[in-house]
């Protein structure tokens, strides 16, 4: 019996109320060799304060928000005819 078809025993014989937390941990497994998502998930948290700069384009886009100035994707990608 290969290694695989072992895993397979034991994923049919898991009672039913582990399946969630077995799926989450090979889950997990899989992508430890997805590199892009591995250092995303172990990158240092960003506690660098936001600049005046920053704070005033987020309150302008919320401005924006407010006022009807956006589009939508879909307007986005029918006016680019995508």
């Known amino acids: 019996m290969t290694l695989k078809e072992k895993l ?11 399946c969630h937390a077995a799926e989450r ?3 997990y497994l899989r992508d430890q060799g997805d590199l892009l998502l591995h250092r995303l998930a172990s990158a240092p948290y960003d506690d660098e304060p936001e600049t005046q700069e ?5 309150e302008e886009a919320y401005e924006d928000l407010q006022a ?3 589009h ?7 006016e680019l005819d995508l």
């Open 68 to 70: 009807g100035r956006t």
């Open 54 to 58: 920053e704070c005033r384009a987020i």
């Open 25 to 27: 941990y090979l889950e």
């Open 8 to 18: 397979h025993r034991l994923v049919d014989e898991l009672p039913e109320e582990e």
């Open 72 to 78: 939508s994707l879909e307007d986005v990608k029918r």
